[in-house]
């Protein structure tokens, strides 16, 4: 407690930006209690990440898988929004920092919230399970209220691109791998499996895991809540979007565009006219 | 004031943050010392943001000028970045605010700075002149230092893509207009028609002033500085920001890409490989 | 249509930025038809703001009144978040713009959302009575919904710190005059007049028309759905965010935090402890 | 290269957007040059930042030292602005990325910038010595340039609140232990110690290494651009930008302003005044 106490006008404003995450005094940082120089160097930059989000050193078998998750993420290619803006912001004359801004804000519900929304499901059906409900009776359930009538999206099932996204059936064989070594439960791979099954059966063809999907099996596994699901792709995907705005910006181009710049784009509203009579 | 100066703690804690611009208290909201509800209906959008930005009101004829600058920057199109990225911002799940907010965040020196360098070079013009060169010569003088050898570019002159910007000549035409009306003293606009006929001949051909040169002209004749003049751009430009994010969010896209969705994009790095022996 | 529609690829790439706002060709850029050097310096700001937003030209006096809402929210002072941010942002080394973007991007649900959410209220009562309810039966009715058990928050009503708004009272006899110079039609200020009735005789006491509610009131008189009155707020704030980072930015702040240097923060966290024996 | 090279439309497009970084066909991932699922699980985080930056993998030993340059700089408080902002728009009504975007935009030239100044010394420093200069003198020159009368700011030392920042001697005593190793060079380690003896001797005070200079002496001995060091301190800082909006989250707070709720902030403009008559 860094204020005056003699002085209560300071020490309610020191108060109202309280935290548990750092302590600091002239000459010492502490991280959730532990100093600063003691951590830099003897663990991970995985385990530096989960230690700041949820207050406790993970064992290194722990930050590995989480490392692995954060690692499978990082890059989608120009055609995701958040990759295009990156590398169009790049020319436009702000900081890489800023270029990065601009892209990470765009990792929405729709474009970075499958993984939420895909942990979330996988949540509903574990607290059944909790309350005695069989796996296939759980899964069932939970899809029947995703897919009331066999029609309907299942987040973390699917890709617009990808028959099989490549990312997911390897992720998903390090959590067994992890769950067989005693490192996590086994419990939301298992679900993952079961919805991918049940998914299949309903809609008469694959729908395989995606990989929000993976990444919701490892993060719930480690027992990360679904919110911060996405706070993990943003730090997964931030270094795809550093890497393409680095690289757009060793190149000459100014105020890139979507398309090359000798194209327009088509108009479809009113013809010309006049302002009305005044 | 409203701290109890008898508490210091509080006292310097509203003092960090303090403001010319804005006054309150319960029931009371002044700004530059107008209370608000006296200002509300009274004077136009255009006056309220100059008292904000300068701290007196404008004459109605000054805000008119304002105004019509302000709306002359409102928009050119997709192939613009801030436009692209407010589109594909509004299919990504975030708010209307946050699609103009990434947007907004990509007018930098590049993208939006070229009326602030323009006016900046004006106004270097005009100190000339106010030390006693006659027009010509300082404008000589400004261009020897941006072209030095007879090549090079000059903020708020010449387009990619318009031989003419429709919007420059009759901003111009509304400065002249203004200044023989008394409203402003239409020296930027002298300067800027002399850089014009300097650059011409020694180019060899018309870069003829563009839309940021033109506001560059209305902006310095109304006294605003040259860093507000990327404030002021980012105001205009926030209105083809929010038409866009708009018009995208009423059809139904879904993380937007800057191709149509069945492209790719050419990938010209190393060949598929394996890992290093591990 | 710009496109070479000989050439597939290039037409199918155009296609997809298509837009009903701008059209544009070497030397031409015409807004929703109009031809930009007819509009510029003949209709107003709030008027191209209006054009870009729904097609088509207002009359003066829709302008106008478009206009004095926008004026009326430009600001509420250091202790909002997006003012506060803004002013930090100017002191960290990034462009106006950004420092801008930084504080728009938090204009979201809870800081910017309460006039759409106040205006979707407004136009579900306005439904209802479209259907044969009176006005007192669809206030209870849509009060009902958002008070069920006379508690509960409704948007665009009472304020954490103006016992009145000076806002909303001088905005609702703006649009009472509109409605009496057949400018609008009046039934919003109706239904929220109404509304500020019965919530009072529900809760015992006032809880007046705000900002956010005032400023619905005029948007939904001049027929603009709720999800675009969160954009008219970001431009309007968008003024005092300007205001407030270039006043900072005026001053030699470096970094500047949310208190005054000298203090720090509250830690609440662990006390100090080693590293598990690793 | 995906397109079909018979439509030069779709080829130019395609071509428009290309990478070194990513390709991708259904079914197929791969970042330069690797398969994705050969690299998940295999290479740790950094080593995947590393490839995503640089194209190829880096060692173990690498890639464990620019983690730990990650880990250290990941917070320093809610003073820091980029903090506070965080914590701020996380009770805005905004998701999480947005949050962090805010906060990540202001990681600019003053806030994000000293690692990327400090770096370019560095290495002008070196390209000195490339040139046969003894260290000690290509030390005074970089300082003369920095400090030409002795006074002055030399990036990378020296920090207001720290006497000594905990965190540099730390990652210096790893620079010197991987250099020891045959891991780096230690050259960059070298200059920086110089640099810190000579400034003590100008200034006839310690102004030791600070967070900034250590991991540019990091980065620099791994062969990071100094630009890249503003991206690096991105990915590092946004581990606390995320910590922070989440505990933040976690609570009730409601538009969060920087100064306790009862307070205000100062007014030091016009007192009340009357429109002029209008």
Redesign the interface.
Known sequence: ???DRA???????????????????????????????????????????WL??R?E?PSAAQA?LL??A???A?????????I??A???A???????????????????????AGEQALALFGEIAADMDAGTALAHAVAAGLERRMPDGSGYVPGFGH????????A???LA?AREAARAGVVGGRFADIAEALEGAIAARKGKPIPLNIDGATAVIYGELGFPP??T??LF??SR???I??????Q?QQDA????????E??????????????G?
């Open positions: 407690m860094s204020a002085d209560p006008g300071r020490a309610r404003g020191e108060d109202w930006w309280s935290t548990e995450i750092i302590e600091m005094r002239p000459g010492m940082i502490r991280l959730r209690g532990y100093p600063i120089e003691s951590l830099i160097g003897r663990v991970s930059f995985p385990a530096m990440i700041m989000l207050g050193l590995d490392g692995a954060l690692g499978a990082v890059d989608h290619g120009p055609q995701a929004p958040s295009a803006i590398r169009m912001a020319t436009c004359g702000v900081g890489i920092n800023s270029a990065m801004a601009s892209a990470i804000n765009v990792l929405g519900d729709v474009h970075g919230g617009r691109f990808h028959p099989v996204d490549p990312r059936p390897r992720l390090l919110a911060l996405r706070g943003v730090l931030s270094v795809g550093l890497a393409h705005a680095w690289e910006s100014r105020n890139k565009g979507p398309l090359p710049r194209w327009l784009w088509s108009y479809r509203g009113p013809g010309p006219r006049d302002l009305p005044r």
